[in-house]
């Protein structure tokens, strides 16, 4: 049961979990120490493409679709955002080569949005054209607040001229965390887009975003209910809810029940070697699920907001680091 005062703990421990997922100086003392790394590939398949697509392939045997996603972000280097970007490129063509789904989901500050937005955004474009060709799907991430804005109008830009009733290339985040979402969805469903519903994994300023856990969950929920509504289903929106929480994933299935919607009209997402078994009950459940699934050697501010997530998991490292 959560106390106020173990509720306001965890914050605590949220808060500067994310602050160290900040600090580069503290990348290399992560890294390489063996029991950090060892817990990392728990929600990493591993540094390489083929690493990535063997865990792809094992996710299919079991009825679970993927989401592959190349780790990186914040990158301030022109050269390193432009081998992202075909690397995306390329793993699109790998998936699809090897008969698994072609969907990817990419950050933009990878592909260089901090250098050069047009840079950011003509790689996208490259990307979503690579998607289009072999029948894949490319989903934004999103990230730190300060990047709504600019990573909805580049989605608005690339998907402007979107044509009814052809699949789409291209689809975004929203975070229930943040104060503006509300007004996202509703924008985002007038345009029949697919959006990813997540709580939202930064640490941002009351300002903008609801500081206790209880309002993110609820406006979750209300989120959910305006992608499942009759004015978003009419416009034909798929929405993608991605989360780990039992509750919110009952009362999505309540809601769908109760509106008659079909299963495959929407879909849940979860992270690699988060609730495992949650993964292959809902698949079983006839449910359609899907794994985020990151590869790459960038993996330490990631695996810094999956401890920020469950602080249960910096305990267990600790203890792996002292038995050392
Ligand atoms: C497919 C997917 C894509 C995402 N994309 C984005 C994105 O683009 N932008 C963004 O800001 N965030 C993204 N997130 C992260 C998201 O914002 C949350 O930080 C994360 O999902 C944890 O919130 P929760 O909904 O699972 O609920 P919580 O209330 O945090 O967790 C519910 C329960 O799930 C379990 N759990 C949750 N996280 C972990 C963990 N790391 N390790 C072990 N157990 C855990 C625990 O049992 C916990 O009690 C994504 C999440 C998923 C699943």
């Given at each position: 049961m959560s106390t106020p005062f173990a509720s306001a703990a965890m914050n605590q421990a949220r808060t500067v979990l994310l602050w160290l997922s900040r600090r580069h100086s503290l990348h290399r003392l992560v890294t390489e120490v063996a029991p950090a790394r060892r817990l990392a590939r728990r929600f990493v398949a591993g540094e390489t493409r083929a690493e990535a697509l063997a865990v792809a392939a094992a996710l299919k045997e079991r009825g679970i679709r993927t989401t592959l996603a190349f780790l990186g972000e914040h990158t301030t280097a022109a050269a390193e955002a432009r081998a992202a970007g075909a690397e995306y490129i390329a793993l699109l063509r790998a998936l699809a080569a090897a008969g698994l789904e072609p969907n990817c989901s990419l950050k933009l500050t990878q592909l260089g949005l901090h250098i050069d937005r047009a840079l950011a955004e003509r790689q996208l474009a490259a990307i979503v054209a690579t998607a289009d060709e072999v029948g894949g799907f490319v989903r934004i991430d999103m990230e730190n607040a300060d990047l709504v804005q600019t990573t909805l109008d580049i989605f608005s830009r690339l998907t402007g001229g979107h044509e009814p009733g052809t699949p789409w290339r291209l689809g975004v985040v929203i975070q229930s965390?943040?104060?503006?979402s509300e007004a996202d969805v509703r924008c985002l469903i007038r345009a029949g887009a697919p959006v990813r519903l997540v709580k939202g994994a930064y640490a941002e300023p009351p300002a903008v975003a609801f500081p206790r856990k209880a309002d993110v969950d609820a406006n979750y929920l209300r989120l959910a209910e305006l992608l499942l509504s009759p004015a978003a289903r009419a416009a034909g929106v798929y929405p993608a809810f991605a989360t780990h929480d039992q509750a919110i994933i009952d009362a999505v299935r309540a809601l769908v029940r109760a509106r008659g919607i079909?299963?495959?009209?929407y879909e849940f997402q979860l992270l690699l070697g988060v609730r495992r078994e949650l993964q292959v009950r809902l698949a079983r459940a006839g449910l359609r699920v899907r794994v985020y699934v990151p590869y790459g050697s960038h993996w330490y501010p990631y695996f810094m907001r999956r401890l920020a997530e469950r602080p249960a998991n910096v305990l267990f490292l600790l203890r792996s680091l002292l038995h050392r």
């Open positions: 965390y943040l104060r503006r079909p299963p495959d009209a």
